[in-house]
């Protein structure tokens, strides 16, 4: 899936992320202009972000 190919990680380690994000408030206060994206695609494009601009180590097994 292209998921593991531009992250790095497997389906189940980015449902652990997302749940870890979710638990910790990731949607934020909900004050001001509100998200145009769900979170879910917000991690998956900070993950793809992480994997191709800040070099190897990131979702490295």
């Known amino acids: 899936m292209w998921v593991e190919t531009f992250t790095g990680l497997r389906m ?4 652990r992320l997302l749940k870890a994000v979710r638990e910790r408030g990731g949607n934020g ?3 001001g ?5 769900p979170l879910a695609e917000r991690v998956l494009m900070v993950a793809v ?3 191709t601009n800040l070099g190897p180590g990131f979702g490295d097994g």
């Open 12 to 15: 189940t380690q980015l449902a």
């Open 29 to 31: 206060t909900m004050l």
């Open 33 to 37: 202009r509100p998200w145009s994206l």
């Open 49 to 51: 972000y992480h994997r």
